[in-house]
């Protein structure tokens, strides 16, 4: 596909994106920006939630790493629908219950100030570092389709990325996201079955065929119960899932944010598990897909360095109808704009709402801090993104769940030990165990399998920082105390 062919899908989508922000988020307050004013229909939500939970990473990554782990990955997915459970009937009730417009507001409520400032801080790092991630994999995909051809550099590919999410989320926050990610779900599902029946159709497959040759492949294993020291192992995948779910959807101020848009909790308990069996279908179609993608380019004896760039050059390369290119940018931008922008959102929210607070504030102050703050997140994301190109050494999809390992533990493990026990906690101590956690599981995971016989660790590592968190809280506690009521 020629570079201006690709610009100009990608500003057809921008334009049909910018008309439903504006239409969603015209009228949007405060209230509408933070939380969508309390009055999103739940199914709108769960189909939304859709595109807001596969982000670029998971449309180009997941096809790709079934070459090195199968299906193992929907072990992983497996846990993830047991988490959202636990989010829909623990968390949520309780957040609703507190009326809360920052999910951190209940550490502030159970613990104090500093605690509340710590859980948001590392809220800010987890999303700043996640985020940039996810987007740095689509800039990578637009330098090599766009920028790269017309002679670009990486630094404006950057600054355009970042400038686009930051435009159609600047007026509406959560009321504009619900309609855009609607849209941004439609055509990742639509790009995804017509992407699997256009390289099936190459490869002369009928619906039966395809499900026949897919299900010989070695690529196909889904359980792994082998060796309790590989990765791959079945409870570390399924644990580590679960525990994921909850720290990075149920503890994250952006995926809660959508949730706590519903009309009232039992709705957003309906979005939740309506969202968690959709994605399950979805993630399954992408390893689906990458074993088609694999066996397409053994056929026509395709190569390519890294994983995550097979199923862009496959698709753009002109190796299938243009069609399937187009398909690949819509879906792609899609969901990859989806998961940058919720991200911009609930950084905004987060720190204006957690960091700068906004007590005793007017509506028209708050509104000059936020939009203030917008910008500034804007700037920060498209920093770091430029940093972790410089950086980078590893798979996109890896380093999104690593992150996540070290930063969201001590999220997960200070919402446990409130939520588990009564114990009064020393407030002022609470920073220094969210920062020693991490330090620890360092050292642990870099000699685990020198201390542990072979024992490689997984991204289980965030039950373990959780559970050092929840340690280091216990040990400066006593006695017990009853949350403030809101």
Same mark, same amino acid.
């Given at each position: ?69 199968? !299906? ?7 846990? !993830? ?41 590392? !809220? ?327 201390? !542990? ?34």
């Amino acid at each position: 596909m020629s570079p201006l062919l690709t610009s100009g899908i990608i500003a057809a989508y921008f334009i049909i994106l910018f008309t439903v922000s504006y239409i969603a988020g015209r009228k949007a307050d405060n209230h509408g920006f933070f939380v969508g004013n309390r009055k999103s229909s739940w199914y709108v939500v769960a189909f939304a939630m859709i595109g807001s939970s596969i982000s670029g990473v998971t449309y180009v990554s997941v096809p790709g790493m079934v070459r090195a782990s199968a !299906f193992g990955y929907m072990q992983m997915v497996m846990g !993830f629908i047991a988490g959202q459970l636990l989010i829909a009937f623990v968390l949520t009730p309780l957040f609703y219950k507190m009326n809360l417009v920052s999910i951190y507001g209940y550490l502030e409520n159970r613990f104090g100030i500093s605690t509340y400032r710590t859980g948001a801080w590392f !809220f800010f790092i987890s999303k700043m570092l996640g985020a940039a991630v996810r987007l740095f994999l689509v800039c990578l995909t637009m330098q090599l389709l766009i920028f790269e051809p017309l002679g670009m550099p990486f630094l404006l590919n950057v600054a355009i990325t970042v400038l686009l999410v930051w435009l159609y989320t600047f007026r509406g926050g959560v009321k504009s996201l619900i309609w855009t990610d609607s849209l941004k779900t439609l055509c990742l599902i639509v790009s995804l079955i017509l992407c699997i029946y256009f390289i099936a159709k190459d490869l002369d497959y009928s619906f039966a065929g395809m499900v026949q040759a897919i299900n010989e492949s070695s690529m196909s294993r889904i359980f792994f119960f082998d060796d309790v020291n590989e990765k791959q192992y079945f409870f570390k995948q399924f644990f580590a899932g679960m525990f994921t779910m909850i720290a990075t959807t149920g503890l994250d101020q952006d995926m809660m944010q959508r949730n706590l848009s519903c009309k009232n909790f039992k709705d957003s308990q309906k979005n939740m598990i309506t969202s968690a069996i959709s994605q399950f279908v979805v993630i399954f179609m992408f390893l689906m897909l990458g074993v088609l993608l694999y066996t397409f380019a053994a056929k026509h004896n395709i190569t390519v360095e890294k994983s995550d760039e097979l199923f862009p050059v496959i698709a753009t390369q002109g190796y299938l109808p243009i069609i399937v290119g187009i398909l690949f940018i819509i879906g792609f931008i899609s969901s990859a704009y989806s998961a940058a922008g919720s991200a911009l959102t609930a950084l905004t929210t987060s720190f204006t709402v957690d960091i700068l607070g906004t007590k005793d504030k007017s509506e028209e102050q708050i509104v000059h801090t936020r939009k203030r703050v917008h910008v500034a997140m804007a700037v920060i994301m498209g920093t770091v993104i430029f940093i972790f190109n410089i950086l980078n050494n590893t798979s996109v999809i890896d380093a999104v769940y690593v992150l996540a390992s070290y930063t969201y533990g001590p999220i997960l493990g200070l919402f446990a030990f409130g939520i588990i026990t009564q114990r009064k906690v020393n407030d002022r101590y609470i920073p220094l165990v969210a920062v020693v956690s991490p330090i620890i599981c360092y050292v642990i995971q870099s000699n685990s399998e020198a201390w !542990f016989n072979g024992y490689q660790m997984s991204y289980e590592l965030l039950i373990l920082n959780a559970a050092i968190t929840f340690i280091g809280t216990f040990v400066f506690s006593s006695g017990k105390k009853q949350m403030k009521q809101m």
